[in-house]
């Protein structure tokens, strides 16, 4: 059980770093912007994860009160990339029905 956790904030971590080059390598600001929120959201599966998992690693009352702050700080940044990428996306699909 604790193996799982592990392996969800190296997953989310990569994919974090992957849409971060991906930012760098595009030009197109709308495509940036769309990626930028892409990869809010896996910082945010990061930091929430790494929040429960250091509770369950050292099981103190300063880790409890850290990962609730990791929980809180992962939910927002998961919640804001979700609607930044929804608004991104209707961005991209408005652009490219134009064309």
Same mark, same amino acid.
């Given at each position: 059980?604790?193996?799982?956790?592990?392996?969800?904030?190296?997953?989310?971590?990569?994919?974090?770093?992957?849409?971060?080059?991906?930012?760098?390598?595009?030009?197109?600001?709308?495509?940036?912007?769309?990626?930028?929120?892409?990869?809010?959201?896996?910082? =945010? !599966?990061?930091? *929430?994860?790494? $929040? +429960?998992?250091?509770?369950?690693? /050292?099981?103190?009352?300063?880790?409890?009160?850290?990962?609730?702050?990791?929980?809180?700080? =992962? !939910?927002?940044? *998961?919640?804001? $990339? +979700?609607?930044?990428?929804?608004? /991104?996306?209707?961005?991209?699909?408005?652009?490219?029905?134009?064309?």
């Amino acid at each position: 059980m604790l193996v799982i956790f592990p392996i969800i904030i190296l997953i989310s971590f990569v994919l974090y770093l992957y849409y971060k080059v991906m930012v760098w390598k595009t030009k197109d600001p709308l495509e940036q912007e769309y990626l930028n929120s892409r990869s809010k959201i896996f910082m =945010g !599966v990061f930091i *929430f994860f790494f $929040g +429960i998992n250091q509770y369950l690693f /050292y099981e103190t009352r300063l880790s409890l009160f850290i990962g609730i702050l990791f929980l809180i700080l =992962g !939910v927002l940044q *998961f919640r804001y $990339g +979700i609607k930044a990428t929804n608004h /991104y996306r209707n961005e991209y699909q408005k652009r490219l029905s134009k064309s």
